[in-house]
């Protein structure tokens, strides 16, 4: 039995990181390109600012995601071959 639930918090576990890297990710971008295009639609004012926020965090996040999956996958070659120890490695 103690197996059993071990392996349902491991499985809850990877079940959160595939929603969110595999359907989060692409939702945060979709929801960057919805709000720049506010701004091309002819958004004014204050309602400019904020979609230009709004748009520059979702692609912000998106990105910095991005950069440290890369590393994460890296990280073996760089601590062996670099010497430059990221991420746990």
Do not use: K
Not at 21 to 49: E, K, Q, V
């Amino acid at each position: 039995m103690q197996t059993f639930l071990s392996n349902l918090e491991d499985l809850w576990q990877v079940t959160l990181a595939a929603l969110l890297f595999g359907a989060g990710l692409p939702t945060i971008f979709a929801l960057g390109i919805r709000y720049r295009a506010r701004i091309d639609d002819g958004a004014t004012g204050s309602d400019r600012a904020v979609s230009m926020a709004l748009s520059a965090m979702c692609f912000g996040v998106v990105m910095i995601a991005v950069v440290v999956g890369v590393l994460f996958i890296a990280r073996g070659f760089l601590a062996s071959r670099l010497g430059i120890h990221l991420l746990g490695a």
